[in-house]
């Protein structure tokens, strides 16, 4: 544009260029455009993306032992439970606390079978 016209404006027209990568690396172009910013910088990145793989693996490691253990806890402390309050209804029973048996019962099932629905309605939901 003319600087001399009084009425006109300069117009100012700014490029920007960006590069987006996905995944732990990016491409070695770009690794070398960081290696110019600062020697260390490739080094630094690799290290960086070998530190969340390894934390990566852990967690799924641990998400996997989890979600196999905890079942298998429940279903074993369950048992122990419920046999747990069978033994005590019976030896209440013998004892002639018809009363304290039948507590012993409810009190030992009702966690079971309320868990149970939970498990039912959340599956329904699913």
Known sequence: MDNQSPGL???LIAAFQGEIFQGP???PEMLEKYKNADPSFPERIVKMAEEHNAADV???KSISFSSTVIPIAGQVFTF???AGSLFTCIYLAEKGYAGSA???VV???APIIINALKGFRQNEKR
């Open 9 to 11: 404006q300069r117009e």
């Open 25 to 27: 690396l990016p491409d």
């Open 58 to 60: 852990g967690i799924k």
């Open 80 to 82: 122990f439970l419920g």
């Open 102 to 104: 039948i507590a012993a």
């Open 107 to 109: 009190a030992g099932f």
